[in-house]
């Protein structure tokens, strides 16, 4: 049977799943929520040329954007996870430390796994996707309701992604950020939060 609440017809109104996932560490859920993104690959990869097929990896990119000494802070579908809420991801959402000197460590990182070269405005809240052999990246310059970096890195917590320690935002930056973004899986996502945490 899958630990996956949604798989066996659960809802978060079932106590007992609420309370599986309550138990859970962060680095629990996020592996559960790689396990059901690779399935849904699986799935998707089906009919796909094998130089088509999707990956996601997230403990090899979290290890190579350390082992360069990348400062960044994780959003997005990865931080759901951690904070309890276990779906697919589609990729690695990341609003990285400024400076150019870090950003440039960021990029040389990604293009080391394969992402195609891109051209930055830091101008822009959005920056880039990058597609590496490990999966996608999404790069942030701060996010929807212009949460900056430094903001999001004085309250990040470290949660173990396969071995490796990523930077993940809080549980109230998250929600902020998905209350801003205002789009209905954002607004799935905080009530699933909300009922998961206790709020």
């Known amino acids: 049977m899958s630990d996956l609440p949604s798989q066996r017809g659960e809802t978060w109104n079932d106590t007992e799943a609420i309370d599986r996932h309550r138990r ?10 790689v396990d059901a993104t690779r399935a849904a690959m699986l799935f998707a990869n089906s009919n796909r ?3 088509e097929r999707l990956q996601f990896v997230p403990d090899r990119i979290v290890a190579a954007l350390n082992a360069a000494d990348v400062a960044y802070v994780t959003i997005g579908g990865v931080a759901v996870a951690a904070h309890g809420v276990v779906r697919a991801i589609r990729n690695l959402d990341l609003v990285p430390e400024p400076s150019t000197a870090n950003v440039e460590r960021l990029v040389s990182t990604l293009y080391a796994l394969g992402a195609d070269r891109s051209l930055f405005d830091l101008s822009r ?3 880039d996707r990058f597609t590496t ?3 996608k990246v999404d790069v942030y310059n701060g996010v929807s309701d212009n949460r900056s970096y ?5 309250s990040a917590i470290s949660v173990d992604v396969g071995g490796e320690p990523a930077p993940i935002c809080s549980l109230s930056d998250l929600r902020t ?4 973004a205002g789009r209905p899986r954002d607004m799935i996502d905080v009530a699933e939060l909300d009922e998961l945490n206790g709020h």
């Open 24 to 33: 859970m560490t962060p680095s629990e859920r996020i592996a559960l929520a």
């Open 49 to 51: 040329r094998s130089e």
């Open 125 to 127: 809240p959005f920056l």
């Open 133 to 135: 052999i490990h999966g």
């Open 150 to 154: 430094p903001e999001l890195a004085v």
């Open 177 to 180: 950020m998905k209350l801003a």
